[in-house]
Nanobody
Framework: VYLVESGGGTVQAGTSLRLSCTLSGGIFSAYTTGWFRQAPGKEREFVAAISRRSDSHYNVGSAKGRFTVSRDNVQNTMYLQMNGLKPEDTGIYYC?????????????????????WGQGTQVTGSS
């Protein structure tokens, strides 16, 4: 499968962005999907995940309360709505997918648990 992220950019702190991740080459509804980010010099960090039945899960420290993950199985797309952006949210945001047709409630928080990745989209929160 192929994943393509879009929607990144440079924004003022406190404003919002919505990232999109579109999957092709597979049946989107059969995949658990997630968002990760990587800041310069740091390891890739879990941000949010959404199960096939749309249960959402967040990195409590970085995303809970400000970010919302959602999916549209008709559009084959996952979204990340980011509100109240902070300079520390800066990084490359990646979407990931894992085939999970046998478990509609499954979600994953470790990069090693995902099998497909997008190229990433840069998000910069300026102060």
């Amino acid at each position: 499968v192929y994943l393509v992220e879009s929607g990144g950019g440079t924004v003022q702190a406190g404003t919002s962005l919505r990232l999109s991740c579109t999957l092709s080459g597979g049946i989107f509804s059969a995949y658990t999907t997630g968002w990760f980010r990587q800041a310069p010099g740091k390891e890739r960090e879990f941000v949010a995940a959404i199960s096939r039945r749309s249960d959402s899960h967040y990195n409590v420290g970085s995303a809970k309360g400000r970010f919302t993950v959602s999916r549209d199985n008709v559009q084959n797309t996952m979204y990340l709505q980011m509100n109240g952006l902070k300079p520390e949210d800066t990084g490359i945001y990646y979407c990931a997918a894992r085939y999970s047709v046998q478990n509609a409630s499954a979600y994953y928080t470790s990069p090693q648990e995902y099998t497909s990745w997008g190229q990433g989209t840069q998000v910069t929160g300026s102060s």
